[in-house]
């Protein structure tokens, strides 16, 4: 088992940057699959980004690219989400995640049904 906590939410106006952080509760090998999605009001979960902790593998929702950088740091427990130029429509509850990597499957192919463990959630709210 692995409980994940997140923090750094909070509310910016738009053109801000917040870094959200989840700490895991025990140590994450390198054969993991971590990850941030969120959801907002009324609209289904939807991956932000996701990192394999081995290295590389690396994969970013469409909408936050060129803004967002995902980062892990494996000896501090930590999956970290960089957010910049932050945008009305990010505001949403994100959530970190956690799974071990299949043999047979890349992160990048994973969706949110494929993750075991989960945050229970940070708020983000970006005002225009």
């Known amino acids: 088992q692995v409980q994940l906590v997140e923090s750094g939410g909070g509310s910016v106006q738009a053109g801000g940057s917040l870094r959200l952080s989840c700490v895991a509760s025990?140590?994450?090998?390198?054969?993991?699959?971590m990850a941030w999605f969120r959801q907002a009001p009324g609209q289904e979960r939807e991956g932000v980004a996701t990192?394999?902790?081995?290295?590389?593998?690396?994969i970013y929702a469409d909408s936050v690219k060129g803004r967002f950088a995902i980062s892990r740091d494996i000896a501090k427990k930590t999956l970290d989400l960089q957010m910049n130029d932050l945008r009305p429509e990010d505001t949403a509850i994100y959530y970190c995640?956690?799974?071990?990597?299949?043999?047979?499957?890349?992160?990048?192919?994973?969706?949110?049904?494929?993750?075991?463990?989960w945050g229970q959630g940070t708020q983000v709210t970006v005002s225009s």
């Open positions: 995640a956690a799974n071990p990597r299949s043999p047979n499957r890349r992160c990048s192919a994973l969706s949110g049904s494929d993750f075991a463990y």
């Open positions: 025990r140590y994450i090998s390198v054969d993991y699959c």
């Open positions: 990192i394999y902790t081995g290295g590389g593998d690396t």
